[in-house]
């Protein structure tokens, strides 16, 4: 699971990076706010999908015993 997560990060990472670069005329017009708001959507959004992969494997482990 991690692979894919880092996977998800290694792919959208150039896109981003593109994104905030403030040579590039074409992106001249994308708000700063809104691309930060859109990376710590997707940070939340890793953490929280980790979190219940966690939660599952822990209550599997409980009911296992």
Same mark, same amino acid.
């Given at each position: 699971?991690?692979? =894919?997560? =880092? $996977? /998800? /990060? !290694? &792919? @959208? *990472?150039? %896109? @981003? *990076? @593109? $994104? ?6 074409? %992106? %001249? *017009? /994308?708000?700063?706010?809104? /691309?930060? $708001? +859109? &990376?710590? %959507?997707? *940070? +939340? +959004? =890793?953490? $929280? !999908?980790? !979190? #219940? #992969?966690?939660? #599952?494997?822990? !209550? ?6």
């Amino acid at each position: 699971m991690k692979k =894919i997560l =880092i $996977a /998800v /990060v !290694v &792919l @959208l *990472a150039p %896109t @981003l *990076a @593109l $994104a905030v670069s403030p040579f590039d005329p074409l %992106t %001249t *017009a /994308v708000s700063f706010t809104d /691309v930060t $708001a +859109a &990376l710590f %959507t997707v *940070a +939340a +959004a =890793i953490v $929280a !999908v980790m !979190v #219940i #992969i966690k939660g #599952i494997k822990w !209550v599997y482990r409980m009911l296992g015993r």
